[in-house]
C-alpha cells in the first residue's frame, strides 16, 4: 500500500510539475492580430435592371412588360452581354388597389403592374455606360443596384493575406523588442471566420465612362485580410 501511495505521489508530482512547464510555455507566448489591405481597379461590374408597366387589364400590363423585357435582352445580347451573363431574377404581376379613405366603401381594383427584372454580368466595363443608355432606350425603366468586383478575386485576397501575415510579424517584432525579449518561432496562426468581402472604394482619380450614355464611376476595389499569430518569446 505504501509503495502505491508513493508511486501515486510521484505521479501527481510529475503530473504538477508538466502542468508547470505547460503554463509557464504559454506565458512565454505573444499573440498579434495582423491586418492587410490589398486594392485592384474592378473589371466587371454586376447590376439588376427592369422594366415595369402598369394598365388597366393584367394581360395589357403583363405584354407591354414583357415586350420591354424581350427589347432589353435583345440589346444585352448585342452588346455582348453572353448568355451565361443574364439571368431573371424577379417576375411579378399584381393588382393596384384603390382605397379610399372612407372605411365604409370597399377596396377596388383599378389595373395591374407587371415587372421583369434581369441581373447581369458586364466584363467591359469600357461600354458599361453605353449599355445602360441603349437599355433605357429599349425599355428598361428601373435599376435595383450596381457592384463592382472582380472576375478572379483570388490573386487580390491572396495579396491582402500576405500583407496580414506580414504585418502580424512587423508587430510582434516590434512588441518584443520594446519589451526586451527575443521574437521566436511561430507557434500559432488562424485566420478568423469573419471575412470582410472586397467593397468598393471611390478616389479621386476614378475613371469615368467615356463610352458615351451614362457616367460611371469605376472606382477602385479593397479588399481587408486579418490573421491572428502567436509566437514563443524569449529573453
Not at 168 to 181: F, N, P, Q, S
Request: glycine share 8%.
Amino acid at each position: 500500500m505504501r509503495k502505491i501511495i508513493m508511486g501515486l505521489a510521484l505521479a501527481a508530482s510529475c503530473l504538477v510539475g508538466a502542468g508547470a512547464a505547460l503554463a509557464e510555455d504559454a506565458a512565454r507566448r505573444i499573440t498579434v492580430t495582423g491586418e492587410g489591405v490589398a486594392r485592384a481597379a474592378p473589371d466587371m461590374a454586376v447590376l439588376t435592371l427592369g422594366v415595369r408597366h402598369q394598365a388597366a387589364t393584367a394581360a395589357e400590363a403583363l405584354t407591354a412588360t414583357n415586350a420591354g423585357a424581350a427589347a432589353v435582352l435583345a440589346r444585352l445580347s448585342e452588346a455582348g452581354i453572353a448568355a451565361r451573363d443574364m439571368q431573371t431574377s424577379g417576375l411579378s404581376l399584381s393588382p393596384i388597389w384603390d382605397r379610399s379613405n372612407d372605411h365604409n366603401v370597399p377596396p377596388k381594383v383599378v389595373g395591374f403592374e407587371a415587372s421583369n427584372t434581369v441581373t447581369i454580368r458586364a466584363r467591359d466595363l469600357s461600354a458599361l455606360g453605353g449599355i445602360l443608355d441603349a437599355v433605357v432606350a429599349d425599355g428598361a425603366n428601373e435599376f435595383r443596384g450596381l457592384q463592382f468586383t472582380l472576375q478572379e478575386p483570388g490573386p487580390l485576397e491572396a495579396s491582402a493575406r500576405k500583407l496580414a501575415v506580414a504585418d502580424a510579424i512587423a508587430r510582434a517584432a516590434l512588441y518584443a523588442e520594446a519589451a526586451g525579449l527575443r521574437l521566436g518561432p511561430v507557434m500559432a496562426i488562424r485566420e478568423p471566420s469573419t471575412q470582410t468581402t472586397p467593397m468598393p472604394m471611390m478616389r479621386a482619380e476614378m475613371a469615368m465612362g467615356d463610352a458615351g450614355g451614362v457616367p460611371i464611376a469605376q472606382g477602385e476595389l479593397e479588399l481587408r485580410a486579418e490573421v491572428v499569430m502567436e509566437f514563443k518569446i524569449t529573453n
